[in-house]
């Protein structure tokens, strides 16, 4: 089982550590999931997500490579640049789903720990006879998110910048302990924040100053409990769930991550058949009517026909409601409700605009 | 792990309910330990007054924020009441977890299930 350079940390806060993609990792501390996750929405969480997969590309075959093997298009973009993707099998299929950032001397992919090795294989597939080298760094590197309306403040106080003038989706780098961290304004929540990467070294120090400046103002440690019912009631996919080999961008509602413009990406043929073709199954989000908890993988019915299958579903803390996504006969995303099935039983659910929960302007 | 509360004038089933018998009834509940195993609950799942069960049988269910859990029945009998107030405030169930009963069984009069253990029989049985 992997550790975070956190790992210490978390045990002394408290955490319950689970396993998780190989990586021990805290599924909750102290105050548990519902006051981590209501801590996000009102001031701030922290988070180690050094889990996810980090892999540095380098050389001059870099830009080339990239719009090759993601849907968006990197061709415009400059150091300081991050970028949301999706990575396609010749199919149309989605192998993973990321974020790109430009830095001065290459790039960096962040991308799902559970698909880490499987990333890592068809990069280096698609890598031959490209000038690029690919070295993955998630062993070495530190990875905190900083989400929640507080967060600007508390980066700007705690690392000595203004982290404020940093816009959404653009990176920047600073230092910590004398060693340089990568900032990107990005994060899994619904809320306002940042994601930090750093030598593995200084993660924890970090993450302990982060904690003590902001505890006063309300900021709590989170764990991965509190980050899956954020980024549901944000609607946002997580690989495995709402995004797989089985389900495609269209379906999705990611075919915004997908850039035809783009002339040479793998499995764009496939995905503009996708693109044009009226799609089958789309994903729906719903709140229940009846008292009842949806999980992942409950059927979904219209009166006595399958018409799909939950992919998430929880308590929604900031709604107070249970509430899902569902991929579904396309039909359903202009139906009213339709019924979840929970141990036996058809429970109500009504079909609601995407997302649940987006932040205050 | 230690630190959880197990009182000592309750019975216990090795799936974590616990139980107080009455003369012929006996309230039935979740322990100190399976509510912190479960994290925040949100949501719970009775029977209906007058179900019967036998011991063993999944009698109600308990969701937490991570999954769902059934409650099995620690005695054989017949359900003559529940605790409505636990599906509008299941977080009671994290808070007070030996305050928070689920249901009330009506058991047949004799020894009832000698597969319960006594406190600290469930003690040890949380600490190994």
Not at chain 1, 280 to 287: D, E, V
């Amino acid at each position: 089982m992997l550790q975070t350079g956190l790992y210490d940390l978390h045990v002394a806060l408290q955490a319950r550590m689970v396993a998780y993609s190989g990586w021990s990792m805290p599924v909750q501390y102290a105050a548990g999931p519902i006051k981590e996750h209501l801590a996000v929405r009102k001031a701030g969480g922290l988070f180690d997500v050094s889990h996810m997969a980090r892999l540095e590309l380098r050389g001059t075959g870099v830009a080339d490579f990239l719009l090759r093997v993601l849907t968006r298009s990197v061709a415009r973009r400059k150091p300081g640049d991050a970028v949301y993707s999706l990575m396609t099998y010749g199919d149309g299929t989605v192998i993973d789903d990321l974020i790109a950032v430009r830095k001065e001397d290459g790039w960096l992919l962040v991308a799902n720990a559970v698909n880490r090795h499987k990333d890592l294989e068809w990069l280096r597939r698609q890598a031959n006879g490209h000038e690029v080298d690919i070295v993955d760094v998630t062993e070495q590197t530190s990875m905190l998110a900083v989400q929640g309306p507080d967060a600007v403040r508390l980066v700007s106080q705690v690392l000595r910048i203004d982290a404020g003038s940093l816009r959404r989706f653009k990176a920047r780098t600073t230092t910590w302990e004398s060693k340089s961290v990568l900032i990107t304004r990005t994060g899994y929540t619904g809320e306002d924040g940042f994601e930090l990467v750093l030598p593995r070294t200084v993660g924890s120090s970090l993450f302990q100053h982060l904690l003590e400046t902001g505890s006063p103002r309300g900021w709590l440690p989170c764990g991965l409990a509190a980050r899956d019912s954020l980024r549901l009631e944000a609607c946002l996919p997580l690989y495995g769930h709402e995004i797989s080999q089985d389900i495609n961008p269209v379906e999705a509602d990611l075919a915004w991550a997908v850039s035809f413009r783009n002339p040479r990406f793998i499995g764009r043929d496939a995905l503009l058949k996708a693109w044009l073709e009226p799609p089958t199954r789309r994903l729906c989000a719903f709140r229940m009517e009846d008292r009842g908890v949806p999980r992942a993988g409950y059927a979904v019915y219209d009166q006595e026909r399958r018409i799909g299958t939950v992919t998430s579903g929880n308590k929604s803390p900031t709604l107070d409601q249970f509430i899902g996504m569902a991929l579904c006969d396309a039909s359903a995303t202009q139906m009213e409700g339709f019924t979840v099935e929970i141990r036996g039983r058809r429970l109500s659910a009504l079909v609601v605009p995407k997302p649940f929960y987006s932040r205050p302007a | 792990m230690t630190g959880f509360s197990v009182p000592s004038d309750l019975l216990y089933a090795s799936t974590h309910e616990w139980c107080d018998r009455q003369d012929d009834v006996v309230t039935v509940g979740i322990t100190d330990y399976a509510q912190d195993q479960l994290s925040d609950v949100v949501f719970v799942e009775l029977p209906e007054v007058g179900e019967d069960f036998e011991t063993g049988q999944t009698m109600a269910t308990v969701e937490s924020v991570k999954a769902a859990a059934d409650i099995y029945a620690p005695v054989a009998g017949r359900v003559t009441e529940v605790n409505g107030t636990l599906l509008d405030n299941p977080e009671e169930i994290n808070s007070d977890p030996y305050g928070s009963w689920f249901l009330k069984l009506e058991v047949a009069p004799g020894p009832g299930n000698p597969d319960l253990l006594d406190a600290s029989g469930y003690r040890d049985l949380t600490e190994t």
